[in-house]
């Protein structure tokens, strides 16, 4: 059996085909046995400056799958632990991939129901003594089977000595000791609120095997996915639009500004709502040309 990496989007799984089952011969990623990847490359395959996330589920992919063919053969597995820390500001499609991670192990029978429980601050830490470790209790035992995807992560540590978050992230270490196996945890959050937190207990670093980073959009990637928006509505921008648009998400990335994807989905909504207003105050023939056509003056001030 040999897993080569052939560069960071291809991974090619050969295995010796006299040492295993017929119906269990595979070559390469076949539409049949890896359905689980191939479903779960498809629901990414759309999502902007993925790269980097792409590699990464398609490593966690061959990781199950080759050691799924080697307990077959009665080679020794190592238990894995797939907890995980996704690092990156607010739009970058954190949530959404850990959706996609949560249906991939449901479907290679990593977890058994594959359901995603999202929670925060407030589902996890109580006002008294007590409560906090029983809350977060109840919320891991909703959780086992499928994905706790805990977002903002280090607001569990923005109390204080005395906070009752504390608490929580000292419990949910004991429940990934206690019940490895039976959930996975998703800690998400700003990449340098995240490093802070991680000191917070010394047992978290090295729970999370698994770090994955979501870089900030550029220009041009918000200009894809604006376009990308716009074309599922069946709208399309004139080449003036387009060019104020590349221009905007270009300042926006000199200036730092961190809100990639739901800023660019907010954007697209409210050029709709102006071209909807343009076309109810103008006298404008109500064709198909004009129904679909975003054009410069379309473009909010702020």
């Known amino acids: 059996m040999m897993v080569q990496m052939k560069d960071s989007r291809k991974i090619q799984i050969q295995l010796n085909q006299e040492n295993i089952e017929p119906a269990e011969r595979r ?12 479903k779960a490359e498809k629901r990414i395959s759309g999502m902007i400056g993925m790269d ?9 992919y061959a990781l199950v799958y080759v050691n799924e063919c080697r307990r077959k053969l009665g080679m020794t597995i190592s238990p894995q632990n797939y907890h995980m820390l996704f690092t990156g500001n607010p739009g970058t499609g954190k949530t959404t991939v850990a959706r996609i991670m ?11 129901e594959g359901h995603f429980i999202e929670a925060d601050r407030a589902d996890l830490v109580g006002e008294y003594i007590g409560q906090t470790a029983q809350k977060t209790k109840d919320i891991v035992k909703k959780a086992e089977g499928g994905i706790l995807f805990i977002d903002e992560a280090y607001s569990l540590a923005r109390g204080g000595e005395k ?6 992230v000292d419990a949910l270490v004991k429940a990934m000791e206690d019940r490895q196996h039976k959930f996975v ?21 090295s729970r999370f095997p698994n770090t994955l980073s979501f870089r900030d959009f ?12 716009m074309e599922e509505k069946q709208y399309q ?17 000199e200036a730092d500004f961190r809100q990639n994807g739901r800023y660019v989905r907010n954007l697209v909504e409210r050029i709709i709502r102006r071209h909807a207003l343009r076309l109810l105050e103008e006298p404008v023939t109500m064709n198909k040309h004009a129904l679909m056509t975003l054009e410069e003056v379309d473009m909010p001030d702020a």
Request: hydrophobic share 40%.
């Open 218 to 229: 550029s220009g041009a990637d918000m200009l894809t996915l604006t376009e990308q928006l």
């Open 27 to 38: 070559e390469g990623f076949s539409e049949t046995t890896h359905y689980p990847l191939l």
């Open 185 to 205: 945890l998703i800690l998400a959050g700003y990449p340098d609120e995240m490093k802070q937190f991680l000191k917070l207990n010394p047992g978290l670093p």
């Open 102 to 112: 949560a249906s991939m192990l449901k479907d290679m029978n990593v977890l058994e």
């Open 52 to 60: 980097p996330v792409k590699t990464f589920i398609r490593e966690m």
């Open 237 to 253: 921008p004139t080449a003036r639009m387009r060019q104020k648009l590349s221009r905007h998400f270009q300042m926006l990335r």
């Open 163 to 168: 906070d009752f978050g504390r608490e929580a």
